[in-house]
């Protein structure tokens, strides 16, 4: 069975920089679609980026300051979030999805929190 489990998250200063990584618990990573989405509180669960087979897209919310990438050989996926905002305080998510995008893989989250 699947499972995606996320590390990385905390406390930084506006301006700052974290790494989040999610790892993936299967043989079929290279196949999937991954994503990171998040949720602020009282907000709903937003897009944030995602990496398939052609390339990468954004939220225009995160474009030049996140960079979502992969490593098939270990089998994770990485969001490196630049020039963080007190607005970009949430829980992110890991997302998974097969090539066919029949089902959503979700990991447990980690909270992100930009403040001085």
């Known amino acids: 069975q699947v499972q995606l489990v996320e590390s990385g998250g905390g406390l930084v200063q506006p301006g700052g920089s974290l790494r989040l990584s999610c790892a993936f618990s299967?043989?079929?990573?290279?196949?999937?679609?991954m994503g990171w989405f998040r949720q602020a509180p009282g907000k709903e669960r937003e897009f944030v980026a995602e990496?398939?087979?052609?390339?990468?897209r954004y939220a225009d919310s995160v474009k030049d300051r996140f960079t979502i990438s992969r490593d098939n050989a270990k089998n994770i996926v990485y969001l490196q979030m630049n020039g963080l905002k007190p607005e970009d305080t949430a829980v992110y998510y890991c997302?998974?999805?097969?090539?066919?995008?029949?089902?959503?893989?979700w990991g447990q989250g980690t909270q992100v929190t930009v403040s001085s």
């Open positions: 997302n998974g999805q097969p090539p066919t995008r029949a089902s959503d893989l």
């Open positions: 990496i398939g087979g052609i390339g990468t």
């Open positions: 299967g043989r079929t990573f290279n196949t999937y679609f």
